[in-house]
Each structure stands twice: as C-alpha cells, then as structure tokens.
C-alpha cells in the first residue's frame, strides 16, 4: 500500500537503527509526545532495534488518557438520563470513571452510541428532535476541527437539542509543563505530527528556543520515528536545539490554515485539567460565548464530584514520562485490559495498554 | 481430561468486576473466556464441556459424533457475500468440520420479530436452503418463535448441526507439540470489514465481500492428504487472534507468527488503516487454521491450495516450547510483539 509499506520496510528501518548506533557517542533521554507514535514503538519494537544509549520515554499525548475523571463521571451522569443519548468516540467507552463506565452505564440501560465522526452525532440530533443528544468531545488538536465544525453546523442549521461535552486539550503548553519540572529528564522530543498538520510548528520553535531542546516533528511509521530519533542524535550530538520536519508528507510550517480558522471561531484558549498531570494554563480549548448554547456543562446543570484515582495507579507518572508502565505494582496483575485502574491502560494509545498488548512477553523472558 | 484440570477451568473466576452482561461477554475475546469459567462451566460443567472447543465430539457406541450449535445475530441481514441464513448454515457447518467431522444434519431455530417482512424471510431461508445442498448437509427439524416489536432485532437464527468423525481422526489442540507448523487457508479480516463497511455507510473503492463459506470439503481433502494434521479451528468473532490463543492456552504451548506471511487484502488493510483496527482481531466466517505435524506440512498445504477455499494457503508459524500459552509475532522489522487475545469488542480509536 502507498506511504505505508515504505514506511515499514525492514531493511530500511534496520540501516536507520544502525546509523542511530553509529551517531550514538552519548547516552539520551528522549519523548514520543504521540500516543500513536507510543503504540507504533510497542507494536513494532523499535526500542529493540535502538542502542541501549537511547532510551525512549513516553509522552501524554494519547486524548482518552488525559481526559479528565470529572468529564468521564459527567458523560456517564448524562448517559443515564431518560432524555439524553450520549454519543462518543469507541474507545472512551471502557475509560474508567470513579464508579463505573460508559459500556457498563450503556449495559444498564443508557443510550449510548460509538460514532467515527461528530457529523455522525448531528445526524443523530436530527433525527431525534425530542431528545437532547450530548457528543463526548474530547482530543487534542487534530479532532478539534471536526468538532468545532459540528458546533458551528449546529449552529447554522438551528439545532435545538444538540451539545456537546467539550474536553480538548493542546500540546504546545503540556510539552512546557513537562520541561519545567524540577525532575525533567527529556533531552529530545519527537513532535505530534498529526497535531503539526493542523497547528503546524511555529509555537514548537518557541520551545525549542525557549528550553533549547531539539525536536522532530515526526510520523507515525516504523520508519518515521527512527528517521526521528537519529534526526534528534544528530543535532544531541552536534549540540544544536532546533525544530526539524521529519514528517513533510503531512506537516507543513503554517500548518492548516481553515482547520485553525475554524477553532477560532468556535473555541477560545483556557486553562485546562489533564488526568494525571493537573491543570495546566492555558492549555485547553473551551466554547466562546457565541456557542455557550451548545456546551452541554451549561445546557445541563451538572453537579461536580471530587474525583480521585485508585491510590496504586502510578498513571500520572507514566503520562509525565517519569515512569515506565512497567514499574507500575498493579501492572498486569491488579490492572489490565479488562479491568483497568487507570486510563493508559484502556486506550490502544495509552503507554499501559501499548506494554500489555505488545511487550510483556519481554518480562517474563 | 483429568478432573483436577477440569477444576481449574471451572475456578469462578470474577467477571472483571461487572455485574451485568457487556456487549464484550459476547465478543469472543477475553471477557467471552470469562463468562464461560465464571458462571457456564461451574454450573454445566462436565469432561466434554470443558474442552471448551467449538464442537463436542461423543462415542455412542462404535460411532463418533460431532454437535454443534451457534447462534446468529447480524445486522446487516443481508449483506454482500451472504446473508444471516447462509452465514447460520456455514457456521454450523464450519464447526463440525473443524472437529474433523462430515457434518450430516442441522436444525434451525427462527427467533422472528413482530412485524417482520415475510418476503425478507422466504429470502432468508432459501438462501439457507441454496448454502445447505452446496455444503451436502439437510435441514431436518426447527422450531419458530415470534416476540413482540421491540423485543428482538428483526430476525436471530441458531442452527444446530450433527456430523460423523470418522474412528481414526482425533483433532485436539492438546496434540499440538513444539515444532509443528501453523496453516491459515486464505486472507483474513473480510467478514468483518464487508459487515462494518456496510453498517456505517463506508464506501472503499473496491467493494469487499464477506468470506463466508463452507469449509467442510476443504476440512475433508487436508484430513485426506495428511493423518499428521494435531487440530484445526474456524476463525470467526475474535479472529486469527483469538483461536490462536485458545490453542495456546489449552496446549500449553507459545506460538510465533510471521506477520508478513499473514495474508490480507490490500482494500482490508486499507479499511483498517482507516478504521483503526487490526485485522488479526477482524472477524471471519469462511477461513481456518490447521496445527500440523512438521513433516505433513507440504502435504497438507499443497491439498488446500488444490481446494476453492485454500487457492491462497500459507504456512504462518510455528509451535513453540517457550513463553507457552502466549502468541507472539515476528514483526518485520525483525522484532518480536505479543498477539495478545482482547478483552471486548475491539473499539475503533479517535485519532
């Protein structure tokens, strides 16, 4: 299949191993920000083809895994209501909320529908008018277009019955917040590529600067990320900091101009909690006054509970990239798939479910 | 089977902390696994229960005979490549087979709901009627029940099927040994896509067809062509995946795939590609696997590929003694990753 069989070519992906191991004088410490990026890693064993000097920390860039406990616990409050059909993308369905999730409230009765797409939502609100219907919108910068798009179709049409929960989320602060902890091990960063092909990468050359760490907006292959990582080597050994585009077959420097015309029009930048790292300023995108009819946080009147995460659940950490999934007591034994404890665990993208999916035969050899 | 293995089977395992019955209890994965040791085998259970294959095999007297049962719940009903009354009858069929059986009779049972067009329904069953002659097996009995509107989802069959194993094969995933090789007799992952294309509205630019098909006949040529063959099995909900994995845990051994022996259709690569899924957990209703002895291999893989529903056999693994009850696969990369069984329904992912 075109860009994709190029992009996972053994023979290429080993002499990219190779090079890296060759550029390699130093040991470095660098971060996928990409939860897919994560899961290629994993699936692929890319950490197996890299020299030992490179190690590999992962980032909190998967959007299940940061959205927070409060909206999952407001989704499945919503879901449960006689009037309301709840629809959301797949794979927020198993995400744990404090008590239950949306697949066990969608077993007790909730009318809860998976949906590929926020279009698919509108549809819905169409042809339920006398039901308000609620679509769980959460993700970073790549599905806030399509979302912000549905709030501003909505709006045009005259929706009445149609809202939508709203937690994004946008890298550029996150990447901030991880470089400002005291205890920052990350000397590289692998950029959001898909993120990048919406915002482009202009904030990134401000980090870059600002922290003087290099960074590769990188793809999602095989071969995309080690062009990546020796990219990032290059400029770690040379002793430069600067942004470089590995992934030019998607990303360009202004990024997409209408997707970013459109968020403007529907979101404004505020602050913003991320599960497992707190709130971070200014890193979240909320409705502008013009669309409060279609946030459903107003719409419903919706009590806000305290939420905590199980105390053994070490996700925090691991979205920081300070731990990996495996130092994790309840990994794989009190925490799995099926019965997760935290999030990272639940999502293909999350770092948890990436180790337990691909990689736990490596402990038990 | 001993009856201590047996007790560990039956351990009450707790239904990861659900209380009611998920959409993932029926997914065939990992939550299917435990509803079976959780709450059928503790209450039902005896030797031949427990094998927990997708067939029962039983002696009356000097004859062997296989039973079958599965039921049908599909929407769309009818779909490109089959519809739910072909599908009902080649998955019956398709489990007896894969016992080593001819499978001989069926029975059907029609769950109708109210209000249920009966033009759809004489569709249905002659298209039942058309799938049973090309298969050799006839519908002998069946039983139909109407439920009000709104209590069923237009039409659900279960068929139940009766086969003949011949005294010398014995099929059992516990023969499978160290070294032997692993055979899938085409590419994977139509079934599912056709159904989930036309389900969502999705339009591909070549249309894909489910596979389903009766797999009897090819079933007959491998156990002709070879007496070597350890077990086979039909790859439906779960996929190559989940029926890998049973294997792997009922005999004690690892399996090691090669991903790039793997066969699949570039339009279902590229549904999944888009769709997010991987189509080793996509389901399938007209392809096996067959553990065979190493030295049978070619045999048996040059009688499938003599065979309409083996023209694009391969040889996708092996038997291993290490890491035993787990799959793994060697990527090709070089590397190697596990091919972990799902909990549920696999979920499409947002981004």
Redesign the interface.
């Known amino acids: 299949?075109k860009y994709?069989d190029e992009y996972?070519?053994?023979a290429i992906?080993?002499a990219l191993a190779g090079e890296i191991a060759c550029v390699a004088t130093h040991p470095w410490v660098l971060m996928e920000i990409c939860g897919?990026q994560t899961h290629t890693i994993?699936?692929?064993?890319?950490d197996?083809?890299l020299p030992r000097k490179i190690e590999l920390v992962h980032g909190p860039g998967c959007?299940?895994c940061v959205t927070p406990l409060e909206t999952i616990d407001k989704a499945i409050a919503l879901a449960l209501r006689q009037d309301v059909i709840l629809v959301s993308?797949?794979?927020?369905?198993?995400v744990p909320g404090s008590n239950s999730d949306l697949?066990?409230a969608?077993?007790?009765g909730a009318d809860v529908r998976?949906a590929?797409s926020p279009t698919e939502a509108l549809k819905v609100a169409r042809a339920n008018p006398e039901r308000q219907v609620v679509f769980l919108a959460?993700?970073?910068e790549?599905?806030a277009p399509a979302n912000a798009m549905a709030a501003w179709e909505a709006r045009r049409e005259g929706l009445k019955n149609f809202s939508m929960l709203v937690s994004h989320v946008l890298v550029p602060p996150a990447i901030r917040a991880l470089l400002a902890t005291p205890q920052n091990r990350i000397q590289g960063f692998i950029g959001p590529g898909?993120v990048c092909t919406v915002a482009g990468y202009k904030e990134y050359e401000d980090l870059s600067r600002e922290f003087r760490i290099p960074m590769v907006v990188g793809g999602f292959e095989?071969v995309d990320l080690l062009e990546s990582i020796l990219m990032l080597v290059r400029q770690l050994e040379a002793g430069k900091a600067c942004v470089e585009n590995q992934y030019v077959r998607s990303v360009t420097y202004a990024g997409n101009l209408p997707a970013q015309r459109i968020l403007k029009e529907v979101f404004e930048v505020g602050n913003q909690k991320w599960r497992g790292l707190g709130e971070i300023a200014g890193s979240g995108l909320h409705f502008r006054e013009e669309y409060a009819r279609f946030d459903a946080n107003r719409v419903f009147d919706l009590e806000l509970i305290a939420a905590e995460e199980p105390a053994e659940c070490i996700s925090a950490l691991v979205l920081q990239g300070l731990r990996k999934p495996t130092d994790c007591p309840a990994f794989g034994i009190g925490c799995?798939?099926?019965?997760p404890l935290g999030a990272p665990m639940v999502?293909?993208?999350g770092a948890c479910a990436a180790y337990?999916?691909?990689?736990?035969?490596k402990e038990?050899? | 089977m001993s009856l201590q293995s047996i007790a560990d089977l039956a351990c009450p395992a707790p239904l990861?902390?659900?209380e009611?019955?998920?959409?993932?209890h029926g997914s065939g994965g990992?939550?299917s696994a435990?509803v079976m040791r959780g709450v059928f085998l503790p209450a039902l259970g005896n030797p031949l229960l427990a094998c927990l294959n997708d067939q029962a095999i039983v002696s009356i007297g000097e004859v062997k005979i296989a039973l079958s049962t599965d039921s049908f719940v599909i929407h769309p009903l009818f779909f490109r490549g089959g519809d739910i009354g072909s599908l009902a009858v080649h998955g019956t069929v398709n489990d007896l087979a894969v016992g080593g059986a001819q499978p001989l009779f069926l029975s059907a049972a029609f769950l109708i709901e109210e209000g249920f067009p009966i033009d759809s329904l004489r569709r249905v069953v002659a298209s039942m009627r058309r799938a049973a002659d090309i298969a050799g097996v006839t519908v002998i009995t069946g039983d139909t029940k109407v439920v009000e509107r709104g209590k069923g989802d237009g039409l659900f069959i279960n068929t139940t099927g009766i086969g003949l194993v011949p005294s010398d094969v014995e099929l059992s995933a516990h023969r499978a040994r160290p070294g032997d090789v692993i055979l899938l007799n085409g590419s994977i992952g139509e079934h599912g896509i056709a159904i989930l294309a036309q389900r969502?509205g999705l339009e591909f630019e070549s249309e894909i067809e489910s596979d389903s098909a009766p797999l009897n006949g090819l079933c007959a040529a491998m156990l002709e062509a070879s007496t070597d063959i350890r077990c086979m099995r039909d790859l439906t909900r779960g996929g190559l995946s989940s029926a890998l994995n049973e294997i792997a845990t009922q005999a004690h051994v690892g399996i090691d795939l090669r991903e790039s022996a793997i066969p699949v259709r570039?339009e279902v690569?590229?549904a999944c590609?888009m769709?997010?899924l991987d189509p080793l957990y996509v389901a399938n209703e007209g392809k096996l696997i067959a553990i065979v002895a190493p030295d049978a291999a070619e045999d048996v893989l040059r009688a499938m590929r003599n065979h309409l529903y083996g023209a694009q056999a391969a040889i996708i693994g092996r038997v291993t003694d290490?890491?035993a009850g787990?799959v793994?696969m060697r990527?090709?990369?070089?590397?190697?990753?596990?091919v972990?069984m799902?909990?549920?329904d696999q979920?499409?992912?947002?981004?």
């Open positions: 299949m994709l996972r070519d053994g992906a080993r897919g994993m699936r692929y064993g890319i197996e083809l959007p299940v993308y797949g794979d927020m369905l198993r697949l066990r969608k077993a007790s998976v590929y959460i993700g970073f790549t599905t898909h095989p799995t798939p099926e019965a999502s293909a993208e337990y999916h691909y990689r736990r035969h038990c050899s | 990861g902390a659900s009611t019955v998920l959409l993932g990992k939550l435990d969502e570039e690569r590229g590609e769709l997010g290490s890491l787990m793994t990527t090709p990369l070089g590397t190697s990753r596990i972990d799902l909990a549920g979920l499409p992912r947002i981004c």
